[in-house]
């Protein structure tokens, strides 16, 4: 009887809110949506004209910054996660009128993993040979792994500061800020890579190692410009005072953040152990085939660019939303995000798919790279509806307070779909190195598949419902 009532109930509020309030449900969608979709578009735009500068290197220098950026990658996923349970907790603190709380998240986790950050960055500098050896015994692509790998790895903690920084703001629905932040550290990582990669505007010609520092002053210019944003006179830390010593550890805050983050981080990580494994089976095809992937990856970024920020627009709307107590807006949020990644799934798709060639010729000059990469765009087009639907359906059950299923779920479709079908594909029945760029979609349709059903299973959608219906038989 209770779920009967509730659906008309729901249905009934639904009706009314979306009369009065559809055009408010889609402003604050795009408010939030379009800050956080061009801040990753220009993130994702300085990582491709990055990649095209060093795509006009040798392959053995494409493939260094390759496995470097793998083992970094690690430690970013990681705090990715951390981050997510920074913005979760933030906004429904945040929904919730609770100001002072939303900066005491936040600094609670620059205390807590800020020393983390070092801790790692130091490890990666005294044994990089070791971390690169796994991945390939190439004399060269190790020699210039290590090379990029002893500078760029001085990024680590001022890209945990930007992480946070940003997920600060987004908790509290500022999501333009961390896109100017964006703006500025994308243009000196573009124009210091530029300068020190082809040693142009009076700089020395360093090729590789240019693009290390340029993402070095990058991401410190960027994470230090976020911190003064956020506490100068005027910004929101310096508006929201919770009366708390900066040093005195709040172990509610940081377990509200960790069980919230810890599984987004693991998420994270199971993909970035995949990538460690993918990039071994797709070394032992030679370094082109894997400088093209790199490549390659890069062009499947830049389709995917309008889609990137929809994770955190439905986490950030979904977690307001139940600060709020607000099932209407809840279900209001999630069908309308729904649409818009439907409609951006099937342009990426349809990007990819007819324009394969067009994105790999921006991105190299080399006819054997480009040819192999041309492969791998065309397959990730049909990767792309799963992986940009599975963004709201991730994002809305994890502010729903199901922590753990996107986790679990990334869990099945990497380690029981991918990895097994990729080292078969390469190490048991040597097929070509397409087969392994079909695991990869594989993944995709079965991870969506099993999000769609647990979905449904939970009635995550109603989650709100319940919730009131809980706290009014306590």
Not at 50 to 71: E, W
Not at 193 to 205: D, H, N, R, S, V
Not at 308 to 321: D, F, R
């Amino acid at each position: 009887m209770y779920n009967q009532k509730r659906r008309q109930t729901a249905a009934e509020k639904k009706e009314g809110f979306c009369v009065i309030d559809k055009k408010k449900i889609n402003r604050d969608i795009t408010k939030l949506a379009i800050p956080v979709v061009l801040e990753n578009m220009l993130q994702i735009m300085a990582n491709v004209i990055t990649a095209a500068m060093i795509g006009r290197l040798i392959s053995s220098d494409i493939s260094a910054q390759g496995i470097s950026q793998r083992v970094t990658q690690i430690y970013w996923a990681l705090f990715r996660g951390i981050g997510i349970g920074v913005t979760v907790a933030a906004a429904i603190s945040y929904g919730a009128g609770k100001l002072g709380r939303c900066r005491r998240i936040a600094e609670q986790t620059y205390l807590t993993f800020m020393p983390v950050a070092i801790f790692f960055t130091v490890i990666t500098l005294l044994f990089p040979r070791q971390l690169l050896g796994f991945f390939t015994d190439d004399a060269l692509i190790l020699a210039r792994g290590v090379q990029y790998t002893r500078i760029a790895v001085w990024a680590v903690p001022f890209t945990v500061l930007t992480t946070i920084n940003a997920s600060a703001f987004n908790g509290q629905g500022n999501t333009k800020t961390p896109m100017y932040i964006a703006i500025f550290l994308n243009c000196v990582n573009v124009v210091v890579g530029y300068a020190f990669i082809f040693g142009k505007l009076g700089c020395p010609e360093l090729g590789l190692i240019g693009a290390a520092i340029a993402y070095v002053v990058s991401q410190g210019l960027g994470g230090l410009l976020g911190l003064w944003l956020l506490y100068k006179p005027g910004g929101f830390f310096s508006r929201c005072q919770h009366g708390e010593s900066f040093w005195k550890l709040d172990y509610e805050c940081i377990r509200e953040v960790v069980t919230t983050g810890m599984p987004a981080a693991c998420e994270n990580l199971f993909w970035q152990f995949s990538a460690v494994l993918l990039s071994k089976a797709i070394l032992s095809y030679g370094s082109d085939c894997y400088a093209a992937y790199q490549l390659g990856l890069q062009a499947e970024m830049l389709c995917e660019m309008p889609s990137v920020g929809l994770l955190t627009t439905a986490t950030q709307l979904g977690g307001k939303a139940i600060g709020m107590r607000d099932q209407p807006l809840f279900e209001a949020y999630y069908r309308q995000l729904l649409k818009l990644a439907s409609f951006l799934a099937v342009l990426s798709c349809a990007a990819l798919f007819f324009f394969p060639g067009v994105f790999m010729g921006f991105l190299t000059n080399n006819p054997a790279l480009y040819a192999i990469g041309v492969k791998y765009v065309f397959i990730m087009s049909f990767a792309q509806p799963p992986q940009v639907l599975s963004k709201i359906f991730t994002g809305m059950t994890r502010a729903a307070g199901y922590k753990r299923v996107p986790m679990t779920i990334s869990f099945i479709g990497i380690w029981c779909v991918r990895v097994p079908l990729a080292l078969l594909s390469a190490w048991v029945f040597h097929l070509d190195i397409t087969a392994i760029w079909w695991t990869i979609t594989i993944d995709q349709i079965s991870r969506i598949l099993l999000s769609i059903a647990i979905f449904k299973k939970k009635d995550i959608v109603h989650t709100i419902d319940r919730m009131n219906q809980q706290e009014a038989i306590a």
